[in-house]
C-alpha cells in the first residue's frame, strides 16, 4: 500500500522534531503542510517567500536527508509557496519552488548581460556628492535587537528583521512590512533594524522618517520650489524606514511622489521598511498601485505578547534600569496588563516613581494598589469558567475536554482540579460545579477534592501545579 503525502510529511516531521529545538520546530515545521506526492517528488506548502528562503537557508541538509530516508535516494522535495493570502476567490495565490540542495546559492543566480556597456558611460541616477554627505539616520539608539525580547507573538517579524538587518536589499522581503496594534513594538523593530544596518555597515544611507513627517516635507517642498531635492534626497537613500504608512490615507499627492520614489528604490535593490497598524489587505483610502507594491516583500505582524513574554519583557527593563522588583511583583503586573508593551512599561515607571516619591518599598500590596488607573477589573469575582480557562491553559488542554467524559489522565487531573479550585474561590454549591464540568453529581466533586488534597500531601510536583495555579488567580 502505497503511502500519502501526508503520511510521508508526517514521518519527516518526527525526525525532524528530534534533531532541531522544540522551538524552532513550532516556527517553522508546523506552519506547512504536505500538498502531493507524484513519484519521488513531495511538495508541501510553505506560508512565504521568507519560510522557503529560511527553510533552504538553515535546514536543507536535514530536509534532504529525511524525504530520501522516506523516498529513497532519488527522492526530491519542492515548495508550494504562498505569495498573496488576499484573494478575493478565496484561494491564496501561490507559486512553486524546487528545493537547491544547496542553500542560499539560488538567491544571487547572475543574469547575461545581453549588451556591451561603455565605461565611460555617466549612470544618471548617481547624484554627484550626495554618498559623501554624513545623512543623520534619525533613529532612536535605544531600539536595538538586543533589548527586543523575542516571543511567539513577534518571532516571525523579528526574525525576518533580523535577516534584512544581515543584508539589507538582498533578500526577498523587500519591502518588509511590519504590522500590529498600538505599542507592540513596530518602531522598535523597525528602529532596531536600520540601528544593526548601520552598525555593520556604517555607510549605508539609513534614513528612518514617520508618515505624517514625510507628508509634511513633501509639503514643504512643494512651497518652497524644491521638490526635485525632496525626491533626490529620498531615492539617495540605501534604506528607507517608513513608520505608519497607515496615514497616507486620502493623501493623493503624498502617495504618488512616495509610489515613485518606492519604485526607484526597489529596482535599484534598496531595502525599504515599513511598519502600519493593519495588514496591507486591509489599509484603506491607499491606491490600490502603492498597495500592491506594500505586497511585493514579506508582511509579519505583531501580536499581543503572552505571559511569559510579558515578564521577561518586564525582567529586561528592570535589568537594564539597575532596579530589583520581587518576582511578585512583576508577575502581578504582567498579569493584569495584557493590551501592549507601552502600557505594561508605563505601568512599571509608575508604580517606580510612586515607590520614590512615597518612600514606600514595593510589594504587591503597593502594586495592586497603585496601578488602578491601569488595570481593569481588580476585584473581579473568579468564575468556574475562569478557573477552568485557567487549568486547561496551565495543563495545555483543550477546554471542552474537561467537560467530556474521557478518562485521559491529564483531562481527568485537570478537571478535579479544576473543581477543587472552584470548590475553594467561588461560592457554587457541589451540585452546582459538577453540573458545570459536563453534568457530574456532587459525590464526583467531593472526590476529586479529596483526591487533590491527598496529592498534595503526598506529591511535591503535584502540589507545586495547584500553588501555581491558585497563585495566578490571586493575581486576578
Same mark, same amino acid.
Given at each position: 500500500?502505497?503511502? @500519502? ?60 536527508? @529525511? ?63 550626495? =554618498? ?27 526574525? %525576518? ?29 523597525? /528602529? ?23 507628508? !509634511? &516635507? ?7 520650489? @524644491? ?27 503624498? /502617495? ?10 526597489? !529596482? ?6 515599513? @511598519? ?35 515578564? %521577561? ?53 503597593? %502594586? ?11 476585584? =473581579? ?31 481527568? &487531573? ?63
Amino acid at each position: 500500500m502505497e503511502k @500519502t503525502c501526508t503520511e510521508v510529511w508526517n514521518n519527516c516531521l518526527q525526525i525532524i522534531k528530534d534533531n532541531i529545538p522544540n522551538q524552532s520546530f513550532k516556527t517553522w515545521f508546523e506552519p506547512i503542510s504536505a500538498l502531493k506526492l507524484e513519484g519521488k517528488v513531495l511538495t508541501i506548502q510553505v506560508p512565504s517567500l521568507f519560510f522557503y528562503e529560511w527553510l533552504e537557508e538553515h535546514y536543507v541538509g536535514l530536509l534532504r536527508k @529525511t524525504v530520501k530516508k522516506q523516498l529513497g535516494e532519488e527522492g526530491r522535495l519542492e515548495y508550494n509557496i504562498v505569495v498573496d493570502n488576499s484573494s478575493s476567490t478565496g484561494s491564496p495565490y501561490t507559486t512553486n519552488m524546487p528545493s537547491n540542495g544547496n542553500g542560499a546559492e539560488a538567491k544571487n543566480q547572475s543574469m547575461p548581460i545581453p549588451v556591451a556597456i561603455n565605461k565611460d558611460i555617466k549612470n544618471p541616477f548617481i547624484i554627484p556628492g550626495l =554618498k559623501k554627505l554624513n545623512v543623520d539616520p534619525q533613529l532612536n539608539p535605544n531600539y536595538t535587537f538586543d533589548n527586543y525580547i523575542e516571543g511567539d507573538c513577534n518571532r516571525l517579524a523579528r526574525s %525576518a528583521g533580523y535577516a534584512v538587518a544581515a543584508k539589507p536589499g538582498g533578500t526577498s522581503f523587500n519591502p518588509l512590512m511590519i504590522y500590529g496594534g498600538v505599542g507592540l513594538g513596530k518602531t522598535h523593530l523597525a /528602529q532596531a533594524i536600520g540601528n544593526e544596518i548601520k552598525r555593520n555597515l556604517p555607510d549605508k544611507l539609513v534614513i528612518y522618517v514617520s508618515c505624517e513627517k514625510f507628508c !509634511q &516635507q513633501f509639503v514643504d517642498s512643494l512651497k518652497n520650489n @524644491t521638490i526635485n531635492d525632496f525626491v533626490n534626497f529620498y531615492q539617495a537613500m540605501d534604506v528607507i524606514i517608513m513608520d505608519d504608512v497607515h496615514n497616507f490615507a486620502g493623501k493623493e499627492k503624498t /502617495q504618488d511622489i512616495f509610489f515613485h520614489i518606492f519604485n526607484h528604490l526597489h !529596482q535599484s535593490g534598496k531595502q525599504i521598511i515599513l @511598519t502600519s497598524d493593519k495588514a496591507p489587505r486591509d489599509l484603506a483610502g491607499l491606491e490600490e498601485r502603492l498597495l500592491s507594491r506594500f505586497k511585493w516583500g514579506l508582511s509579519a505582524d505583531l501580536q499581543v505578547p503572552d505571559l511569559e513574554t510579558r515578564v %521577561a519583557i518586564l525582567k529586561k527593563k528592570m535589568y537594564a534600569d539597575g532596579i530589583e522588583l520581587p518576582g511578585e511583583v512583576i508577575e502581578y503586573v504582567a498579569h493584569n496588563i495584557d493590551n501592549n508593551v507601552r502600557e505594561l512599561e508605563g505601568a512599571m515607571v509608575s508604580l517606580l516613581a510612586q515607590s520614590t516619591l512615597n518612600k514606600k518599598d514595593i510589594d504587591l500590596a503597593l %502594586a495592586k494598589q497603585m496601578l488602578k488607573n491601569f488595570i481593569k477589573n481588580t476585584s =473581579k469575582e473568579i468564575s468556574m469558567e475562569y478557573i477552568q480557562k485557567l487549568v486547561c491553559e496551565y495543563f495545555e488542554v483543550p477546554v471542552e475536554m474537561v467537560k467530556s467524559q474521557t478518562r485521559k489522565r491529564e483531562i481527568v &487531573q485537570a478537571r478535579q482540579i479544576s473543581m477543587y479550585l472552584s470548590k475553594s474561590h467561588t461560592k457554587s454549591s457541589l451540585k452546582t460545579i459538577g453540573a458545570f464540568f459536563g453534568g457530574r453529581d456532587h459525590s464526583t466533586v467531593i472526590y476529586a477534592c479529596q483526591t487533590v488534597e491527598d496529592l498534595i500531601e503526598t506529591d511535591k510536583k503535584f502540589k507545586a501545579y495547584v500553588n501555581d495555579i491558585q497563585k495566578k488567580l490571586k493575581m486576578s
